[in-house]
């Protein structure tokens, strides 16, 4: 369905419309000036529309678009190690941004966790119950909230 090799602009352009389009476009425009890589790849075996996003090597998040869906679009950052985040200098807007847009396990179904419960995490300095294995999802990010406008 989706097998070309068409650049992540290329594939924003199509499947995204209105201002879902113009804010993800701004930043992957951001991304690349900031000298990241961005590279397509296949979720759990299916050809889907998700993208990793590498900052010399390191993964940083993921770009996921909806071919079903004009108006989405999700920014995940990675989880795997938040405490390389420890000591990054982050303003208290943004905080409350990351806090409200933490993925919390309520009912053990999404997959996230082995037990279906989430794990405690500490946030930016704040205790988080039963935070999601993915932790964030940004879906359709407003440029207003965002350094990269």
Same mark, same amino acid.
């Given at each position: ?38 590279? =397509? $790849?296949?979720?759990?075996?299916? %050809?889907?529309?998700?993208? @990793?996003?590498?900052? !010399?090597?390191?993964?940083? +998040? ?21 405490? =390389? $985040?420890?000591?990054?200098?982050? %303003?208290?807007?943004?905080? @409350?941004?990351?806090? !409200?847009?933490?993925?919390? +396990? ?44």
């Amino acid at each position: 369905m989706f097998k070309s090799k068409k650049s992540i602009e290329e594939y924003i352009g199509e499947v995204l419309a209105n201002t879902a389009q113009a804010h993800a476009l701004a930043f992957v425009s951001h991304l690349r000036a900031s000298d990241m890589t961005i590279k =397509r $790849f296949t979720y759990h075996g299916k %050809d889907t529309l998700h993208w @990793e996003v590498k900052f !010399q090597g390191e993964l940083v +998040c993921y770009i996921l678009l909806d071919a079903e869906n004009a108006e989405w679009w999700s920014i995940k950052p990675d989880n795997s190690s938040t405490s =390389r $985040f420890a000591d990054y200098p982050i %303003d208290d807007t943004m905080k @409350e941004i990351a806090w !409200q847009n933490l993925a919390i +396990c309520i009912d053990g179904h999404c997959g996230g966790c082995a037990h279906g419960t989430g794990t405690p995490k500490m946030i930016f300095g704040k205790e988080i119950e039963h935070v999601c294995g993915m932790a964030y999802d940004f879906t359709n990010p407003m440029l207003r909230h965002c350094s990269w406008r």
